[in-house]
Nanobody, 114 residues
């Protein structure tokens, strides 16, 4: 399974971006998908999760601002990020947990200017 993350970029504070994570095959009906992020000098942290059943969860700092969703027909997971703040600046990664294995996409850089 290969994951391709995209959608990062430079945005001003208060702006929005939508990240995409496309899988090489249909796995999202069976996998737990998580978006992580890693800021310079910091540990990688969990941002949002969506289960195979569609249950979502978010880290406290992004609740109400970020939304994780999926399109099974397109084998794609999205992370809609609104009201972005400079502290959201990081490299964002998607991860799929499937059958006791973890698959990572390459990171996509999100930079939020103040």
């Amino acid at each position: 399974v290969q994951l391709q993350a995209s959608g990062g970029g430079l945005v001003q504070a208060g702006g929005s971006l939508r990240l995409s994570c496309e899988a090489s095959r249909n796995i999202f009906s069976f996998a737990v998908i998580t978006w992580y992020r890693q800021a310079p000098g910091k540990q990688r942290e969990l941002v949002a999760t969506i289960t195979a059943g569609g249950t979502t969860d978010y880290t406290a700092s992004v609740k109400g601002r970020f939304t994780i969703s999926r399109d099974n027909a397109k084998n794609t997971i999205y992370l809609q990020m609104n009201s972005l703040q400079p502290e959201d600046t990081a490299v964002y990664y998607c991860r799929a947990d499937l059958a006791s294995r973890a698959y990572w996409g390459q990171g996509t850089q999100v930079t939020v200017s103040s």
